[in-house]
Structures are given as structure tokens and as C-alpha cells.
């Protein structure tokens, strides 16, 4: 996500403290809040499927889903 969305996301929560949004302001902050979080959702599964564990003996296995075998 670009640091310029960030920003924006920053103003619209200081602003929301202080003043007020406006219900467009508000929409606008639901989309960004949305954009960033799936964002870092797919950021966080990126580097889980990257990720191996080490057993003892120096086998690695990749991670897997909770459930899956």
C-alpha cells in the first residue's frame, strides 16, 4: 500500500477525533481501513507460505493449515 493511503488514513482518524467526518469522509476511511487490511493479510500469507519449521533432526517442513496433513 502506497504511503500516500497511509497518510490519508492517518488524517481521517485525527480528524475523526477532533472534528468530525462527513459520511463521504467516513466511506472513504471504511475503504482505506479495508485496502490496508487485506493488504497486510496478504503480506502475512506471502511470508507463511514461505516459512519452513526444523525439526531436531534438521528436516524442514513447509508450514501447513491448521487441519490440513
Known amino acids: 500500500m502506497e504511503q500516500a493511503k497511509i497518510d490519508r488514513i492517518n488524517q481521517l482518524a485525527h480528524k475523526a477525533k477532533s472534528v468530525g467526518l462527513t459520511p463521504e469522509e467516513k466511506q472513504e476511511q471504511a475503504a482505506l481501513r479495508r485496502e490496508y487490511i487485506n493488504a497486510v493479510l496478504g503480506d502475512l ?25
Open 45 to 69: 500469507k506471502n511470508q507463511l507460505d514461505n516459512t519452513y519449521v526444523v525439526d531436531e533432526a534438521g528436516h524442514k517442513q513447509k508450514l501447513r493449515k491448521k487441519g490440513e496433513k
